[in-house]
């Protein structure tokens, strides 16, 4: 009974406002992408509309599950990962999930905590976000894939083959050269991530090959290491400076890294762009107001955790068997330019 003696609204009263069966309901709060999305947005309507509430607890309760997912992220206070783990957050609450965030920073990579993520007496599934994980951790712990799925999101391990949402990075670095080749520049650097971490590889080679395909060098003076911080793009502003024989436009592989670098060229007295031309990627809420306004690769951050999340609904379902011995998905969702105030054509020599 609800407040004031009045009945709780049921399974049932959501399928009628909906229009649907109470199957169809049911199978909707299980697995939203076995259904058209005209069903699934009637249904989640309903719900609002009647005040129904998912019973987790009681559902768990017979199918054995802990009603929760993980995500395990590698720097919790890094403001990209936000917006993936809303999308997330709103696939899974709408399937009555809990959703559990780890930071993977302070683990070690053979933590004893870090197993128990992959049993289902914790939770009923992984996205992981943290390509540095230690990939024979991943692979050799009792074939955690058959007790509970995973789903790699934003990065991914190439040794571990999982399901992955992701973007086309290795492109998304060769649009961003184009855009500075299209500038007029012909020396171009690369403020990179970690040499290990697989975003930095792509996006590496997608802006090699594009320099390279236009017949312009890909100088190893010119390829900075950094580590996705703004500290570090403020570290290399200074080697930047250092240079006697300097790139006139620098693609990054962070916003992060572009802003350090651009404020610390500002401390120095240099500007953007008129100096030296800087790309970000990322596409933070802050790139547009950063000054100058960052130009920059837009990743579609909340999509890339919807879409996660979907995936991960779809494999908790999937029978473990298949899951292990299937087709392993992979979704590559696009990317766009954002041409703002940071990139302009290179000094007048």
């Known amino acids: 009974m609800g407040e004031n003696g009045a009945r709780a609204p049921s399974i049932r009263d959501v399928a009628q406002a909906a229009g649907v069966s109470t199957a ?197 003076d010119w390829v900075y290491e950094g580590d996705f911080t703004l500290r570090s793009g403020a570290k290399i502003a200074n080697q930047w400076l250092a240079q006697s024989d300097r790139p006139t436009a620098v693609y990054c592989a962070s916003d992060e890294m572009a802003m350090g670098f651009i404020a610390e060229l500002n401390r120095k007295g240099v500007r953007v762009p008129d100096e030296v031309s800087v790309l970000g990627f990322d596409d933070l809420e802050i790139a547009e107001h950063f000054v100058p306004p960052l130009t920059t690769v837009h990743q579609p951050r909340v999509a890339i955790g919807r879409a996660a999340a979907r995936m991960l609904l779809e494999r908790m379902n999937t029978d473990p068997r298949e899951r292990v011995l299937g087709p392993v998905p992979r979704v590559v969702l696009p990317i766009t330019l954002v041409e703002r105030g940071s990139t302009a054509p290179p000094p007048s020599s």
């Open 24 to 220: 169809t309901v049911s199978r909707t709060l299980s697995n939203p992408d076995v259904v058209s999305e005209g069903t699934r947005e009637a249904v989640f309507r309903a719900i609002r509309d009647t005040g129904y509430i998912v019973n987790v607890a009681a559902r768990n309760l017979r199918k054995r599950e802990t009603g929760a997912i993980a995500v395990l992220v590698p720097n919790i206070a890094n403001p990209f990962f936000s917006r993936i783990l809303s999308g997330i957050a709103e696939v899974m609450s709408e399937a009555g999930y809990n959703v559990l965030i780890t930071d993977t920073t302070p683990m070690s990579l053979d933590d004893h905590r870090f197993p128990e993520y992959f049993s289902h007496n914790l939770t009923d599934g992984l996205i992981i976000l943290d390509g540095m994980l230690n990939k024979d951790l991943l692979l050799n712990r009792g074939a955690p894939e058959v007790r509970a799925p995973m789903v790699f999101a934003c990065e991914w391990i190439d040794e571990v083959p999982r399901p992955t949402v992701t973007v086309d990075n290795h492109e998304a670095c060769g649009i961003a050269v184009r855009h500075l080749i299209d500038l007029g520049h012909r020396r171009i650097g690369h403020l990179g991530g970690p040499p290990d971490n697989v975003l930095s590889k792509h996006r590496m080679r997608g802006g090699r090959e594009a320099l390279h395909t236009n017949g312009l060098p890909h100088r190893r």
